[in-house]
């Protein structure tokens, strides 16, 4: 099983997917499915964790990546990533079709994404059993992309991880490992819906055929543990006289509930492949499908929308990436890509999108380009 916690970076080598129609002509599920991608990130990353496999997935999305590093004799391992991002709405045509078109004019950079983001990693090795701690944080170069303020900086939660190699069945070369992650509150949004910690389960299977290109498939299952079952703000941090609520949305004397309900179970799928191409450099193609369950909860009254969810909600969203691994040495590797995180269907739930790129709308920045390095000591 690979040691290392190398970030992944995710970008892509077809520019002409790049055409896309004017953002302002989005279909009217894209802007939900923004909220909805900044509202699951940590989520996803989470029950991935669980999945990790010699296959070479790591926690990062679904992503491919295989350590270089060679086997020594020390049993503890180091690593750092860096890597740069551009969502697929920077390279979005503007265009306002408005009433007031002759007024206003569209801003170029209403949809630029584009940021950086670095990772950090430990792991330890004893016997069979692997044993790890994931770390990282990100910038927001360009004014959009972030929660709610410009420019934004991020801090990734904190993920502690254990796996056992695994077992290889000699007759069929299926090689099982399973593993479990803990993920600890340190991020703003982890923070902002009371998260206490989550933990995830997973099982990752694998086979390699002709001694190369190696297929995996990983399982894993994540409950969330939160003080509330619903986000929440300080009164005190936006001023009482500014503070509109409900009576039962008082959670407590200085914090009252806001929109939405946490997520308290999840359930991840993740296919993947990965392929050697030339000397050092190898290809990764993989699809994750991942189910979400609300706590329950009653807001049938009359304030409710006619659309709003009763009881248990639950939710689906996907990621599909194509990666390339490049190892320049036995400790540095050269990573690119692409990513998407969107609904696995459309808006009006008649077909299914494709899983590698967002068609719909460069503006709803589901789709991005990435490109990095990955160091382990």
Known sequence: ???????????????????????????????????????????????????????????????????????SDKNWSLSAGLRSSVSQGTFASVANDTEWKDVVKAPDNSYDRVSMSLSLGAGYQLDEFDFGIGFGMSQYLTEGGGSGTVQEFRISDVSLSAGWSGHTFESTGIRIAPSLSVGLPASTSSRYSSLLFDTSLGIGISKR????????????????????????????????????????????????????????YSLGNSFSIRVPLWSKLSMGVSYGLFTHWSYAGDNDDDLASDNACIGRCSGQSSSGSVSFNYGVNDWLSVNAGLNSRQAPKTSDNKSFRFPFWNFTGAGANMSSFSLGISAVY
């Open 1 to 71: 099983m690979n040691k290392s916690f190398l970030w992944s970076a995710r970008a892509f080598l077809a520019a002409g997917l790049l055409i896309s129609t004017p953002a302002f002509a989005q279909e009217d599920a894209a802007e939900a499915a923004v909220v909805e991608a900044e509202e699951v990130e940590q989520q996803l990353e989470a029950e991935l964790e669980a999945g990790l496999n010699e296959a070479g997935v790591t926690g990062d999305v679904v992503d491919l990546s295989v350590a270089n590093a060679k086997e």
């Open 209 to 264: 055929f002709f001694n190369k290109v190696t297929l995996s498939y990983s399982l894993s299952g994540t409950t969330f543990f939160h003080r509330y079952t619903t986000p929440i703000v300080s009164i005190e941090k936006i001023g009482r006289e500014n503070a509109l609520y409900r009576a039962e949305e008082l959670v407590s004397s200085t914090h009252f509930a806001v929109g939405g309900r946490n997520s308290q």
